[in-house]
């Protein structure tokens, strides 16, 4: 799957629920962390608590 900056796409958080993404890094890497290096940046939409545009990081595999 060739993934694109600015795509939307779908995923499985780590609780089973499906939400939706607009892709922002799709080979992050990350300076203290090397887990996370080739993770996802993905701007999600969170309407709780009135937080807006919140960044998440998710692994390729998530992506429905």
């Given amino acids: 799957m ?6 939307k796409v779908s995923f499985e958080d780590k609780w089973g629920n499906i939400d939706s993404g607009i892709i922002i890094d ?4 990350c300076d203290f962390d090397e887990d996370l290096n080739g993770c996802v940046k993905l701007k999600v939409w969170h309407n709780d608590f009135g937080l807006g545009w919140v960044n998440t990081l998710i692994s390729k ?3 429905i």
Avoid: D, F, T
Wanted: aromatic share 8%; hydrophobic share 25%; no cysteine.
């Fill in 61 to 63: 595999e998530q992506i």
């Fill in 26 to 29: 799709p080979n992050y890497q």
């Fill in 2 to 7: 060739k993934l694109k900056i600015n795509e």
